[in-house]
């Protein structure tokens, strides 16, 4: 009896973490969502040129770079649940200093330290999100990661809503701020109590690797504690395969928000009104994939749903570029989002997975890597579509969806130190 109460117990501590993690994701998903329809009125209200404008939007992935790093030491000193709760509260304090700032350096610094606290809260809901799955013992992480799709949509409708209205800027994101506080701060007796909790795969991988990568096995305890710390090559590989594999997902998620109400334009001559409608496509059916991608990872398994996904992604950005009619080339975004949709939420899980890494740290470092994606990739486009064009540099997104195809094996999830004895 006092073993089905405790499993109960656990089972409804669980659910409510999992609650949790949901308003963290909606929180992050709706946060910066509300300043992007504002950007224009920002830019009018300072004076700035383009250049200046692209300069200070810049700053905010300068930011995660330059800061995200320090999400993984952070997370195993303090946990991922009180890291994702504080990095929250000051993402939303920082809002109200872009929406005001008088100058174009204030507008900078708010936009680097919105990537900055992004940057950690990321890895930080990312982390307790992997936590609690694994407590449930089957994938939820997709379905975390769709609810984020769905409130930045709902926030960027919420910001163009006000702006189109005409509502006092200040007092919008005063508003948004308040609300993502006080969502944020109610949750935090929810989540999961404790520090980070290593997998039982790492922990085994970490108790054999003092034999296994033994040359100081016959040491005494300070060559115990040295071999703790150490983290295996083959983690190391692993970890750079994820990475990869989160770098060619950014850059295919990426491609329809930089590029394709351009490309509808320029190459296909689309009427104004059609032109974001390939954005609108991606997000909306990554939506739907991320949302259904929990049962379907469950019964195919990682792998199998990532390798058909970036072939899918692939598939639907070659339909878009091989087709003359615009409503082909929105048909083909879809596509594409549809495919990429479990990319990113898949490899970040297998990252907090990888043996001698503590989740906080391998997802840190995995998300850290893949923004390299997010900034790299789209300057690459451009200058092949000022060398070449446009749809010549559109295709460097089907390659990036057949190279992740390959690299999707990264996602099979590492043997335990049990399971290679068996084999051996």
């Known amino acids: 009896m006092a073993v089905e109460q405790t499993a109960r117990g656990a089972d409804a501590q669980a659910r409510r973490a999992r609650l949790a993690v949901v308003v963290l994701f909606l929180a992050n998903g709706f946060a910066y969502a509300n300043i992007v329809p504002w950007l224009p009125v920002i830019k009018s209200q300072l004076e700035l040129s383009n250049t200046q404008l692209g300069t200070g939007i810049g700053a905010m992935p300068l930011g995660a770079l330059a800061t995200g790093m320090l999400a993984g030491p ?103 701020t308040v609300v993502l506080i006080i969502g944020v701060l109610a949750i935090t007796r929810l989540l999961l109590p404790g520090p980070e909790i290593d997998p039982p795969a790492q922990r085994q991988d970490d108790s054999a690797s003092a034999t296994d990568d033994g040359a100081d096995a016959a040491g005494g305890p ?32 990426d491609s329809a928000a930089s590029w394709g109400a351009v490309y509808m334009r320029d190459e296909l001559a689309a009427p104004l009104f059609l032109v974001g409608l390939p954005f609108v496509a991606c997000q909306a059916m990554m939506t739907v994939g991320r949302l259904s991608g929990d049962r379907i990872t469950d019964r195919f398994g990682a792998v199998a749903v990532a390798r ?63 923004r390299l994606g997010f900034l790299g990739v789209p300057p690459l486009i451009g200058v092949v579509a000022d060398t070449v064009s446009l749809t010549a540099g559109l295709w460097l997104i089907p390659v990036a969806g057949l190279l992740a195809a390959v690299l999707s094996v990264g996602l099979r999830p590492a043997r335990t130190a049990a399971a290679r004895g068996r084999t051996a």
């Open 74 to 176: 952070l997370i195993a000193r303090f946990g991922s649940g009180r890291v994702a709760v504080g990095s929250g509260v000051l993402l939303a304090c920082v809002l109200p200093i872009v929406a005001t700032a008088p100058a174009w350096w204030v507008f900078a610094v708010g936009m680097f330290c919105v990537g900055w606290m992004d940057a950690w809260m990321d890895s930080a809901m990312n982390s307790h999100g992997l936590r609690v799955q694994r407590r449930y013992g089957r994938s939820i992480i997709n379905t975390f990661h769709g609810i984020w799709s769905v409130a930045a949509v709902g926030g960027g409708l919420v910001g163009s809503s006000m702006a189109g209205w005409g509502a006092p800027l200040p007092a919008h994101i005063t508003a948004v």
């Open 222 to 253: 300070a060559d115990g504690a040295r071999r703790r710390w150490r983290v295996p090559r083959r983690s190391i590989a692993m970890l750079l395969v994820v990475s990869v594999l989160l770098m060619m997902a950014g850059a295919i998620e």
């Open 308 to 370: 058909a996904g970036a072939l899918l992604s692939a598939a639907g950005m070659a339909l878009a570029l091989l087709t003359s009619v615009p409503l082909g080339a929105i048909v083909g975004f879809g596509l594409m989002g549809l495919g990429v949709a479990t990319l990113f939420p898949l490899s970040l899980a297998a990252a907090g997975d990888i043996p001698g890494l503590g989740g906080g740290h391998g997802v840190a470092l995995a998300a850290w890597m893949a």
